[in-house]
């Protein structure tokens, strides 16, 4: 601390008036925001000389490339420390709290998602212009011997520590099968190793990149793997899909691609990276003791049981052991729970429906107040979505005015139900026969929640007797 605190004022030529922690992650590095008046720098102190050496070289070198990084504007003669500037506190992790929490990701949130997977290629390619890997710690290439040491993370800090039975040289033959494909592209990129939004910082909107100094010169997947498969990102396939595209559009600037073959070979490096991180998670939370790795399990290992749907002819014992170990009871609870919506439209003079679910039931609606075309004998044999009647009640206006109320109320339910990982919703639209207002009502508002929300979406008009299932967009 003293030698921080040294350093500031010494660089800036006024003494330190306040000093605040700042929040660490899986680093053992201590960041402190250190200001004088106006004057406010981000202090960062670390054990390791050689991870501070790197982060500080690469900083230099990132700037000349004009990569959005921070500038580092004064180390210590042992670089124990150093100063950088202060890029505030907006990460995109915290930006893209709602989406992450929901799954549904708002225009605002995938706009700063395509904006910062647009510029990895930049990073991996312009970071590694006349760099010399050397630096890089605490290895200089992505190679087997760093495979193999993130596959064991996996085997020794996560796997053992479930208690499950498994035949070690099995697993062995299939880790060096996977480093053999991980390793087959020879290409003369920058690795970011952990470029994930926790790392990304906002500044106006821009996207800037932090804790780059465990890259080395590797292949270009590992890092959108790490990016897209961020454990508790919690990305929708489609939204994969949609960055993955962009991405490719920025890495053709420097390499042509071939979508099948690079798209075969990103999923390897996504089941990598799920071990490595649940390694991580294991080393962190179980032996660290720090809770917040610990819950960010179940998330990783979702993302494993999807990469297992399809699974990996080319590791036959390990699929089958990651399998097993996803079954296991302590992990029972962490499995993607998904909301399902109900939805009925119903006659008074019936009895409101059931709830199959034992919830209890919940939203009811009275459609009653609603002008009715029940009352002219030219809708008797048409339904409320029928274009007849639809034709009334919207020009009418008071069913349009009655569903505007009530789909902020709605939204919010839905919402807060993905993010407490609630699995059954119903709501109810109640008029005289069932037929023309509450059916109405009903179907929009299931097309409404299907398409905002993409969950699965069960519709029922009772006293019409159909049903129609709008089915989770992935």
Not at 264 to 273: D, W
Not at 284 to 293: L, S, V
Not at 322 to 327: D, G, K, Q, Y
Not at 405 to 426: A, Q, W
Request: net charge negative; charged share 25%.
């Amino acid at each position: 601390m003293q030698s921080l605190t040294d350093l500031f004022n010494s660089f800036t030529g006024k003494p330190h008036q306040t000093i605040e922690a700042l929040p660490t992650s899986g680093s053992n590095r201590k960041y402190y925001r250190i200001s004088a008046g106006a004057t406010s720098l981000i202090g960062v102190y670390g054990e390791s000389r050689e991870e501070n050496h790197a982060f500080i070289v690469l900083a230099h070198h990132f700037r000349k490339q004009g990569l959005n990084v921070p500038l580092v504007l004064a180390v210590s003669g042992d670089e124990s420390c150093y100063l950088q500037e202060d890029l505030g506190d907006s990460l995109l992790f915290d930006r893209i709290k709602a989406g992450r929490s929901t799954g549904v990701f708002s225009h605002g949130e995938k706009e700063l998602l395509h904006k910062t997977i647009a510029l990895l290629a930049d990073i991996q390619y312009l970071g590694a212009r006349d760099l010399d890997f050397n630096v890089c710690y605490p290895l200089p290439a992505f190679n087997h011997r760093s495979v193999m040491w993130d596959l064991n993370y996996f085997k020794y800090n996560f796997l053992k520590t479930t208690g499950m039975e498994f035949l070690e040289d099995q697993l062995e033959n299939d880790f060096d099968k996977m480093a053999e494909i991980l390793l087959q592209d020879e290409t003369h990129t920058f690795m970011y190793r952990d470029f994930q939004s926790r790392n990304v910082m906002l500044v106006e909107d821009e996207p800037y990149f932090i804790d780059f100094q465990g890259g080395r010169k590797g292949p270009v997947y590992y890092d959108l793997a790490s990016f897209l498969w961020q454990a508790k990102a919690n990305l929708p396939a489609g939204l994969r899909e949609e960055l993955i595209k962009t991405y490719i559009t920025s890495l053709r600037k420097y390499q042509p691609v071939e979508e099948t073959t690079f798209r075969e070979q990103l999923r390897h490096f996504v089941l990598f990276r799920t071990l490595q991180v649940l390694g991580a998670y294991g080393f962190r939370g179980y032996f660290e003791k720090k809770p917040h790795f610990i819950q960010s399990v179940p998330f990783a290992l979702n993302n494993l049981r999807e990469l297992l749907d399809k699974g990996f002819d080319e590791y036959p014992y390990l699929c089958k052991m990651l399998r097993e170990m996803c079954e296991l009871k302590q992990f029972a609870d962490s499995r993607k729970r998904e909301l399902e919506v109900r939805i009925y439209s119903f006659a008074y003079k019936k009895g409101i429906p059931d709830d199959s679910s034992g919830n209890g039931g919940g939203y009811v609606f009275d459609c009653r107040a609603i002008n009715n075309p029940g009352k002219f004998e030219r809708y008797n044999n048409v339904t409320g979505l029928d274009e007849p009647v639809i034709r009334f009640l919207e020009e009418d206006g008071e069913i349009v005015t009655f569903l505007e109320t009530l789909y902020p109320l709605i939204d919010r339910h839905v919402k807060r139900y993905m993010e407490r990982n609630f699995t059954s919703l119903m709501i109810s639209f109640g008029c005289t026969g069932g037929q023309h207002r509450s059916v109405y009502a009903a179907q929009h508002v299931a097309e409404h929640i299907s398409k905002k929300y993409g969950v699965k979406v069960s519709l029922v008009h009772r006293e019409q007797n159909l049903e129609q299932e709008f089915r989770k967009k992935n």
